[in-house]
Nanobody
Framework: QVQLVESGGGLVQAGGSLRLSCAAS????????MGWFRQAPGKDRELVAR????????FYADSVKGRFTISRGNAKNTVYLQMNNLKLEDTAVYYC??????????WGQGTQVTVSS
């Protein structure tokens, strides 16, 4: 089994920052990419950011571009999401995901991010 565990969520005021972490444990797997998704109430799950493991190339949703940064950790299958200048609309459950292929095979349980005024 593979477990992805997110941490770093919480309550923050608009304009503030949070850093989410995701680490994998369990059986070894070869990572093609890891990403962060989010889902707000009444909304579809959205890809926020993605990083390809081999190249380090990144992708960001337009809504977070310039504010969020995804990065790889020193440990294998570890990824971070630095979130700056948070807005009310960033409030959501954030999920970490890992892919062996271009699809995502493993998912975390999510961590709540709440942005208040």
């Amino acid at each position: 089994q593979v477990q992805l565990v997110e941490s770093g969520g919480g309550l923050v005021q608009a304009g503030g920052s949070l850093r989410l972490s995701c680490a994998a444990s369990g059986r070894t797997f070869s990572t093609y990419a890891m990403g962060w998704f989010r889902q707000a109430p009444g909304k579809d799950r959205e890809l926020v950011a993605r990083i390809r493991w081999s190249s380090g190339s990144t992708f960001y949703a337009d809504s977070v571009k310039g504010r969020f940064t995804i990065s790889r950790g020193n440990a294998k299958n570890t990824v971070y999401l630095q979130m700056n200048n948070l807005k009310l609309e960033d409030t959501a459950v954030y999920y970490c995901a890992a892919g062996v292929t271009t699809s995502y095979d493993f998912w975390g349980q999510g961590t709540q991010v709440t942005v208040s005024s």
